[in-house]
């Protein structure tokens, strides 16, 4: 039972890692299109 229990343990470990990193790569992800968007809209007036 204690080696089933350990090992779940590492299990979620990696997950929420897997969590994490993907968390991130959304953001920058997120940020650059925001980034493309403002850049692809006209100065100053409407198209």
């Given amino acids: 039972m204690e080696d089933r229990i ?3 343990e ?3 470990g990696r997950k929420t890692l897997e969590v994490e990193i993907l968390k991130e790569a959304l953001d ?3 940020s650059k299109k925001r980034m493309w968007l403002a850049q692809s809209q006209p100065k100053g ?3």
Wanted: net charge positive.
């Fill in 6 to 8: 350990r090992e779940l």
């Fill in 28 to 30: 920058k992800t997120r």
């Fill in 10 to 12: 590492r299990q979620l």
């Fill in 45 to 47: 007036g409407s198209r």
